[in-house]
């Protein structure tokens, strides 16, 4: 949920039905992990400005800060993966996954 509210970008927030969509997950396990990541200070629920009956889930500063170093560490993990590959590897591997997401997408 995190790195769904970090990738929309300034203002980090989303509803419930479009957190719903990006996480692949019903609004109702949403509603659970929002809860707990309010618990937790990392998100914040809020009215949607315009409509009073909606609201919407954003990042917190500590949010924001967690996400960042989360993603951070995943990056160089995915790099100490890779590293172990050839250029040719790391290119075999790029075409075999790009085949893969037109696949899937498909």
């Known amino acids: 949920m995190l790195a769904a509210l970090r990738r929309e970008g300034d203002p980090y927030a989303l509803t419930a ?20 990541l309010i618990a937790r200070g990392l ?10 009956r909606g609201r919407v889930v954003a990042l917190t500063p500590a949010g924001m800060t967690l996400i960042d170093r989360l993603i951070e560490e995943h990056l160089a993990n995915e790099a100490r993966i890779l590293r172990g590959l050839t250029d040719s590897d790391r290119a075999a591997l790029e075409r075999l996954l790009a085949r893969l997401t037109r696949a899937v997408g498909a």
Do not use: H, N, W, Y
């Open 43 to 52: 998100v914040s629920r809020a009215v949607f400005e315009s409509d009073a």
């Open 17 to 36: 039905g479009q957190l719903s969509q990006r996480m692949l997950v019903t609004t109702g396990a949403v509603t659970k992990r929002v809860d707990r």
